[in-house]
């Protein structure tokens, strides 16, 4: 059994590289400073890292752009591209504890989670868009007699990619697997305050076979490298996963520059819906799970519940029950629950938050911020009742371990209060009335419903929303239109 103290000398002896993956090499920044990276976790220092320039990222561009015309990978056999990303997903299982040791110093997630969660996660992504890169088929349309024609999915060309910091790796993977496997070249930008697992992939990738030049990795803040990124005149697409309010922006870099298109997973405050018919213990369970699960810090967290009721009162105590198995934990100790959030910004606004509910509600339970590893970037997982449908809480997104719980009273009710919301990204739904899961999800503005469940997704089914929420769509073949354009070639032959 690998014990704290052994993830603890594990994490010490890492050799961490924080220059940028340019070109098929690590690279200073063009002007030679760095940010001083820590962990949320402990507040210790781990690496300088590189802080990347507008000169970095039109470096990584023009390498882009060359691999990509001297077809190295954009135009090899799609097997062989798929074999290379197979080969990829092996070599991210390779290198699983390092990996998953350093998303867990970077995110300050508990190493259990990063070791059978993320990190494989992301190799499964690799590999399943492997498997599936030589089987797609082109289309020979009905034409007119004496002609033929051919309609094919192209790649782009060089691709920009910026990614989160909730799950750093695996996020980073669903944008990149379906952008590789067409034969795109990609610059990504990993969030701020995680970058060592997308750099670390970068090396990986390289070792696997993807040419220099095809994917490069820039650090740095997305005041300078994220706003090159989305108004760079030679990135063809921008692929996005973050804020509403960053999403817009970038819909307007885009349209002032070279009308890039775009591809944006944004916001969301996503409802959960639970009948009194529904089996009420596995209900709280995994609501418990769907909110606070990593800290809450997920865009399809379930983080508004609507309750019916009759059952409000016996909900509520199961849930608060059910939250205790989300408590915050020093994210090397092998144990269940949360690690830390991902910094102590954050952390204050989070609280700040759960603070004001508490005052405009009743907290239930939780909302208690704790200092565990040196650091105090820790909460409880908070419950909280008795606000009005129109509080912050119930619609602004607090992307943190906290709650809010209305009750209802219709089912016409339920679905107004779920779908009254800028946003449309996800919900859930449950109970034992098969009639009514068909008649409620039908009118539930929601990317995915998960019925009798929390935040279902996977690798096959296609992840996005609507509405604020942003579109295009992460994971499943429909990614792929992502990084890829109809071409259509006509043949006149009669």
């Known amino acids: 059994m690998t014990t704290t103290q052994t993830w603890a000398e594990r994490a010490s002896q890492l050799s961490i590289d924080g220059r940028a993956f340019i070109g098929g090499q690590r690279v200073d920044s063009a002007d030679g400073n760095t940010m001083t990276l820590t962990s949320p976790a ?81 190799a499964a992504t690799f590999r399943w868009y492997g498997e599936i890169a030589d089987k797609h088929f082109d289309e020979i349309p009905a034409t007119p007699p004496g002609s ?40 990504i930008k990993p969030s701020n305050d995680t970058h060592l697992t997308a750099l670390r992939l970068a090396d990986l990738a390289h070792e696997a076979g993807i040419p220099a030049g095809v994917l490069n990795v820039v650090p740095g803040r997305g005041s300078t490298v994220g706003s090159r990124i989305a108004r760079h005149p030679d990135i063809d697409m921008l692929a996005f996963t973050g804020s509403t309010p960053v999403a817009k922006q970038l819909m307007v870099d885009a349209g002032e520059t070279n009308l890039k298109r775009v591809a944006l997973e944004a916001g969301g405050k996503s409802s959960n819906i639970i009948f009194a018919d529904a089996d009420l213990k ?151 009335d098969s009639s009514r899961t068909h008649r409620v999800a039908d009118q539930l503005v929601a990317g995915t419903v998960s019925v009798n469940t929390v935040d279902a997704l996977g690798l096959t089914t296609p992840f996005g929303g609507f509405r604020q929420s942003g579109f295009g769509r992460d994971l499943s073949r429909h990614a792929i239109n992502n990084y890829t354009d109809l071409k259509t070639t006509w043949l006149q032959h009669g």
């Open 282 to 432: 596995k209900a709280a369970e995994k609501a418990a799970f769907g909110a606070f699960y990593n800290n809450g810090q997920v865009c399809s967290a379930n983080a508004k519940i609507l309750i019916q009721r009759s059952a409000h009162d016996e909900f509520v105590r199961l849930l608060a029950e059910a939250s205790k198995a989300f408590e915050p934990t020093d994210p090397f100790s092998g144990n269940t629950g949360n690690g830390s959030l991902v910094n102590q910004s954050h952390t204050d606004d989070v609280a700040a938050a759960i603070k004001k509910a508490a005052t405009d509600g009743t907290l239930v339970s939780g909302g208690e911020r704790l200092n565990i590893t040196g650091s105090d970037a820790y909460l409880t997982p908070a419950v909280v009742t008795d606000l009005p449908a129109d509080h912050e809480l119930h619609r602004q997104e607090i992307f943190g371990p906290v709650v809010g719980v209305l009750a209802f009273d219709t089912e016409d009710e339920a679905i107004h209060i779920a779908n009254d919301t800028e946003y449309g990204l996800a919900a859930s739904l449950w109970t034992n």
């Open 42 to 122: 402990t507040l210790q220092s781990l690496t300088e890292l590189s802080s990347g320039t507008d000169r970095d990222v039109d470096t990584a561009v023009a390498k882009a752009r060359q691999a990509f015309n001297a077809g190295h990978w954009s135009r090899i056999g799609a097997a062989d591209r798929g074999a290379t990303l197979i080969t990829l997903a092996d070599l991210i299982l390779a290198n699983l504890d390092e990996l998953a040791l350093l998303e867990s110093l970077d995110s300050g997630k508990p190493i259990g989670e990063t070791r059978t969660v993320d990190i494989p996660g992301a």
């Open 148 to 187: 033929t024609a051919l309609v094919r999915r192209v790649p782009l060309g060089v691709i920009g990619a910026i990614v989160p910091w909730n799950y750093p790796l695996e996020i980073a993977a669903w944008k990149l697997a379906p952008a590789l496997v067409t034969g795109n070249s990609v610059v």
